[in-house]
Each structure stands twice: as structure tokens, then as C-alpha cells.
T-cell receptor, first 110, second 115 residues
Framework: ELKVEQNPLFLSMQEGKNYTIYCNYSTTSDRLYWYRQDPGKSLESLFVLLSNGAVKQEGRLMASLDTKARLSTLHITAAVHDLSATYFCAVDNYGQNFVFGPGTRLSVLP | DTEVTQTPKHLVMGMTNKKSLKCEQHMGHRAMYWYKQKAKKPPELMFVYSYEKLSINESVPSRFSPECPNSSLLNLHLHALQPEDSALYLC??????????????FGPGTRLLVL
């Protein structure tokens, strides 16, 4: 059974600081995704990571994938208040199932 | 047009009612998805349609019945729901890019309350 974990589940950080969210998964997978969800809103796709060593960056967010360790990271650089949201990773197990992590609730304080 | 639309936005129904949720996309995507999301929880995949055929059914109770009438439309028919089925129902679509990625585009969701 595919299980996806995220760490931490809650993160409160000051503006201007850096931090990393971790996503671990239990079986080999086809693709790993990162999403953002604002309160009461739908999901916004951030990154799709396909292969070992993949790194993608968009603005203050950078995602990477280590398939051997079954680990993905979402790194936040110089956080700003607008990044406050819940961040989910999700794993696609070769089309057999698609499982989300529990989410990391990020709060960026001024 | 990079939008997935869902109707209605909100729905209140009794346990004996029959209702339907509708999802539409005009991006030429050939995969469409239904998710259920309870408050403060991650989305849970319910159904996947690929090329208008049901490819994944994540052991969803039969009171939820999906339908894909054509490549742009996805319906979720609801009958005899329970209060615990109250949730945000999200529709998504995807189409592999030339790089092999499968970005999913999500609709705004239908917030369902079962009384």
C-alpha cells in the first residue's frame, strides 16, 4: 500500500527566512507532485517531478526529487506572507493509485 | 482556456435526494478525476476516467456514480448519501505534455452538505 508522509505538518516561519518541507513515500513511484491550497479554495499545481535528481524552481519555491531515498523536498527561500497556505505532495504509483500526503500548513509571519 | 469549471458551487441535499455534480473542461484533456476532500484533510481520489473510460475506482460506495458523457464532461451522480459524505468534491483534468508530465488542473470544487 502506498503511503505518503510530510514533515512538518505545521510550520510557522518569519518573513525572509528559509525552510524545507519534506515528503516521504513508501513505494517506487512514477511521478511526484506538489500542490498549494489556500483556505476554502481549490488546489493549484506547483511542480511535477519525474526522475531522480529532478529539480524545479518557481519564484521562491524549489522542489527536488530523490527516488532512491523516496524523498522529495520543497524549499522555501526568503519567505513572504503570500506563501501562507497548505502544501501537499502527492505520488502517482504508475497509474495504480494517486495518494496525497497529509499536507503542511505554512504560516508566514511578518 | 485553462479552466476546469464545476457546478454547482454549493449543494445541500437530504439523504433521500438524488443530485448530480458537473465538471467541464475545454483544454482537450483526456483524463478526468473526481476527488473528495474533508475539512483539514488531503484530497482522496475517487474515480479516474481516461479517454472516457473508467480506469480507476478507489472502492467508492455505489451511492456515488460517475459518468463521462464525452471528453469534456464529467458528472458525479449522488443518491442516498449519508451525512459523512459532506465534503468538498473536486474535479481535475490532465493531459500529458511532450515532456511526459501530467499536470492536473483542478476546478473550484462543489461544497456538499448532506442533512
Amino acid at each position: 500500500e502506498l503511503k505518503v508522509e510530510q514533515n512538518p505538518l505545521f510550520l510557522s516561519m518569519q518573513e525572509g527566512k528559509n525552510y524545507t518541507i519534506y515528503c516521504n513515500y513508501s513505494t517506487t513511484s512514477d511521478r511526484l507532485y506538489w500542490y498549494r491550497q489556500d483556505p476554502g479554495k481549490s488546489l493549484e499545481s506547483l511542480f511535477v517531478l519525474l526522475s531522480n535528481g529532478a529539480v524545479k524552481q518557481e519564484g521562491r519555491l524549489m522542489a527536488s526529487l530523490d527516488t532512491k531515498a523516496r524523498l522529495s523536498t520543497l524549499h522555501i527561500t526568503a519567505a513572504v506572507h503570500d506563501l501562507s497556505a497548505t502544501y501537499f505532495c502527492a505520488v502517482d504509483n504508475y497509474g495504480q493509485n494517486f495518494v496525497f500526503g497529509p499536507g503542511t500548513r505554512l504560516s508566514v509571519l511578518p | 482556456d485553462t479552466e476546469v469549471t464545476q457546478t454547482p458551487k454549493h449543494l445541500v441535499m437530504g439523504m433521500t435526494n438524488k443530485k448530480s455534480l458537473k465538471c467541464e473542461q475545454h483544454m482537450g484533456h483526456r483524463a478526468m478525476y473526481w476527488y473528495k476532500q474533508k475539512a483539514k484533510k488531503p484530497p482522496e481520489l475517487m474515480f479516474v476516467y481516461s479517454y472516457e473510460k473508467l480506469s480507476i475506482n478507489e472502492s467508492v460506495p455505489s451511492r456515488f456514480s460517475p459518468e463521462c458523457p464525452n471528453s469534456s464532461l464529467l458528472n458525479l451522480h449522488l443518491h442516498a448519501l449519508q451525512p459523512e459524505d459532506s465534503a468538498l468534491y473536486l474535479c481535475a483534468s490532465s493531459h500529458a505534455t511532450t515532456a511526459g508530465e501530467e499536470t492536473q488542473y483542478f476546478g473550484p470544487g462543489t461544497r456538499l452538505l448532506v442533512l
